[in-house]
């Protein structure tokens, strides 16, 4: 099970830190891709951390601005989300595949065995 949380309404500029409680399995040995919707939007692959390696990977569109980590104590995976833009806004998820794992070269690809949480609302505005 994933459980998303840290979501809320910020300014343009501000920041800040979702995490993904997970439960059920232990995250060194997969692949967890945060993913977000904006309204009439795809889902979109943000970033990914694989818990092997700790391998990380962003799409262009934040990186420089967004940083994955895991908390191994508390097996979580945080988002911290620095300059924030009106275009960041959207429902965040985080998912991971535990029969066929995700690649983080390749984190938007994804089949039907993937699980997600229940999303977390970001809104960027003034």
């Known amino acids: 099970q994933l459980v998303e949380s840290g979501g809320d309404l910020v300014h343009p500029g501000g920041s800040l830190r979702l995490s993904c409680a997970a439960s059920g399995f232990t995250l060194d040995y997969y692949a967890i891709v945060w993913f977000r919707q904006a309204p009439g939007k795809e889902r979109e692959a943000v970033s990914c951390?694989?818990?092997?390696?700790?391998?990380?990977s962003y799409a262009d569109s934040v990186k420089g601005r967004f940083t994955i980590s895991r908390d191994s104590a508390k097996n979580t995976i945080d988002l911290q989300m620095n300059s924030l833009k009106p275009e960041d806004t959207a429902v965040y998820y985080c998912a991971a595949d535990l029969l066929y794992d995700l690649d983080c070269n390749n984190p938007g690809a994804y089949g039907s065995s993937i699980s997600w949480g229940q999303g977390t609302q970001v809104t960027v505005s003034s």
């Open positions: 951390i694989h818990g092997r390696d700790l391998s990380t």
